[in-house]
């Protein structure tokens, strides 16, 4: 079993940016692939961004590619989410998840944290 907590979120103006955080507990994130979603009011919950275990392979949503970064910290077993230039459409509960084999799908996450809220003000 892998725990997932996700901190980070908050009120931003847009143009600003933030750094989300998803800290792991259970078992290494070295294990999986981390992949970061989001959940708009109303809206499905739809794919950010995904990296395999070392973080050398990355794949983002057309919508955030340039302005996100995922990246990892196996030693913290934590992994981040970078966020540039937000934008208001960028509003959403943000989650991160984990499975055990890397792929550029969104399908086929075994374990997801709670969210956390982001906000981006016009």
């Known amino acids: 079993q892998v725990h997932l907590v996700e901190s980070g979120g908050g009120l931003v103006q847009a143009g600003g940016s933030l750094r989300l955080s998803c800290a792991a507990s259970?078992?290494?994130?070295?294990?999986?692939?981390m992949g970061w979603f989001r959940q708009a009011p109303g809206k499905e919950r739809e794919f950010v961004a995904t990296?395999?275990?070392?973080?050398?392979?990355?794949y983002y949503a057309d919508s955030v590619k340039g302005r996100f970064t995922i990246s990892r910290g196996n030693a913290k077993n934590t992994v981040y989410l970078q966020m540039n230039s937000l934008k208001p459409e960028d509003t959403a509960v943000y989650y991160c998840?984990?499975?055990?084999?890397?792929?550029?799908?969104?399908?086929?996450?075994?374990?997801w944290g709670q969210g956390t809220q982001v906000t981006v003000s016009s």
């Open positions: 990296a395999n275990w070392s973080g050398g392979r990355t």
């Open positions: 998840a984990a499975k055990r084999t890397y792929s550029d799908s969104p399908l086929n996450y075994d374990y």
């Open positions: 259970g078992r290494s994130i070295r294990d999986y692939a």
